[in-house]
C-alpha cells in the first residue's frame, strides 16, 4: 500500500496565483484533513472531511478550498495565494470518521513558497 | 473544547540521560491522548496512545507516557536518549465524537553527544 500520497512536494507560487495540492489514500479511510506547519505553531488544522461529500472549516480555513468527491482524494485548493500562505501542508487520513482514538496516517509534505 | 500546552518548546539532553517532555491538556471530557514524532524533513508518525486501558502507556523506541488525570498531564519519558531521538514531539488529545485533532506547538527535542 502507498498510503497517504501528495503531490508535489515543492511548489513555488508568485502571489495572487491559484494552485491545487492533491492529496490521495488506499486505505479506505473515511477521515482525511489537511494541516499546515509553520515554525513555532505546531500543526494547525485547515479543513477536514468525514466521508465522501461532507467537509468541514478547521482552525485556519481563510483562503483554503477543499471537497472530496471520492474517498481516496482529498485536494486543496488555494484560489488566490498570499505569501502567508508561504508554509509546510500535510494531509492526514484515519480509518472511522471520529478523531478519538484512532491514529492519523500522514503524507510526506508539500513545501510551499509564495513570492 | 480541547486545548493542549506542551510547556518547553525546545529541550536539549546529553546522550545517555532521561528525557521529559511535557503535555498538559484540558477537556471537560475523558480524552484520548497521542504523541507524535516528526524527524527533520519527514512526516509525522505516531509514538504511542492513550485512550483509558492501563495509564502507563508504552510506545515506539522505548518511549513511554503517564496519563495523570488529577495533574490533566501525559508526559512523555524516555529512561536513556540517543541521537536517533532528535526530533520535534507533539502532543495531541481527542475526545470521543470530536472530528479535530489540535495539535500542540510541539517541543523540539536536541541530543547532545
Known amino acids: 500500500n502507498a498510503g497517504v500520497t501528495q503531490t508535489p512536494k515543492f511548489q513555488v507560487l508568485k502571489t495572487g496565483q491559484s494552485m491545487t495540492l492533491q492529496c490521495a489514500q488506499d486505505m479506505n479511510h473515511e477521515y482525511m484533513s489537511w494541516y499546515r506547519q509553520d515554525p513555532g505553531m505546531g500543526l494547525r488544522l485547515i479543513h477536514y472531511?468525514?466521508?465522501?461529500?461532507?467537509?468541514d472549516q478547521g482552525e485556519v480555513p481563510n483562503g483554503y478550498n477543499v471537497s472530496r468527491s471520492t474517498t481516496e482524494d482529498f485536494p486543496l485548493r488555494l484560489l488566490s495565494a498570499a505569501p502567508s500562505q508561504t508554509s509546510v501542508y500535510f494531509c492526514a487520513s484515519s480509518r472511522y470518521r471520529s478523531a478519538a482514538n484512532e491514529k492519523l496516517f500522514f503524507g510526506s509534505g508539500t513545501q510551499l513558497s509564495v513570492l | 473544547a480541547q486545548s493542549v500546552t506542551q510547556l518547553d518548546s525546545h529541550v536539549s539532553v546529553s546522550e545517555g540521560t532521561p528525557v521529559l517532555l511535557r503535555c498538559n491538556y484540558s477537556?471537560?471530557?475523558?480524552?484520548?491522548l497521542f504523541w507524535y514524532v516528526q524527524h527533520p524533513n519527514k512526516g509525522l508518525q505516531l509514538l504511542l496512545k492513550?485512550?483509558?486501558?492501563?495509564?502507563l502507556v508504552k510506545g515506539i523506541n522505548g518511549f513511554e507516557a503517564e496519563f495523570k488525570k488529577s495533574e490533566t498531564s501525559f508526559h512523555l519519558t524516555k529512561p536513556s536518549a540517543h541521537m536517533s531521538d532528535a526530533a520535534e514531539y507533539f502532543c495531541v488529545p481527542t475526545t470521543s465524537g470530536t472530528y479535530k485533532y489540535i495539535f500542540g506547538t510541539g517541543t523540539r527535542l536536541k541530543v547532545l553527544a
Open positions: 492513550y485512550t483509558s486501558a492501563a495509564t
Open positions: 472531511s468525514v466521508g465522501a461529500g461532507i467537509t
Open positions: 477537556s471537560s471530557y475523558s480524552p484520548s
